[in-house]
């Protein structure tokens, strides 16, 4: 983990910021579990390969993200949101989005494989609002705060994870204790 911000920084705090939209409203407590089981030697430099966070709204609403350096298949990144009125789902990216279903099951291609390929077309716009914000002297969709939020859960995960309890975001205003 020296020369690496670990799994909540390095490669969870996309999760953590899209969970932010996704949620829009204040997270209030974030609780983080995990494990080095993929890779030893990621255990040994201090980091964990696989995690599970819940993050808690004020409002009660619960988010699970589960995040593992390693899925054999391609990169791997589904959203499943459940309600009272019912689930909206978005699955993986794959080149065709193609699954056929016959008398043996169903049959699909792998998701895309790395978050590059996946990404390209959200890098793409994220970019042009960022030019477009420039031009029209306004500020961009996606802002520092943003980034700064992100890194904050990012850190309130790693704090979980180590000292094995639930983060109270408005308790402990102060992460790097």
Known sequence: MAESGGLFRDMMIHDLDMARWLLDEPIESVFAVGSSIIDPAIGEAGDVDTAMVTLTTASGKLCQISNSR?????????????????????????????RFTGEAGQVEEKPKWFFLERYAEAYRLEIGDFVDAWREKRAPLAGAQDGLEALRLADAAERSLREGRKILLQADADLNK
Do not use: C, K, P, V
């Not at 390693?70 to 193609?98: C, H, K, P, V, W």
């Open 70 to 98: 390693r899925a054999s298949y391609g990169y791997d990144q589904r959203i499943e949101a459940f309600g009272s009125q019912g689930m909206l789902q978005a699955q993986n990216e794959s080149d065709t989005r193609l």
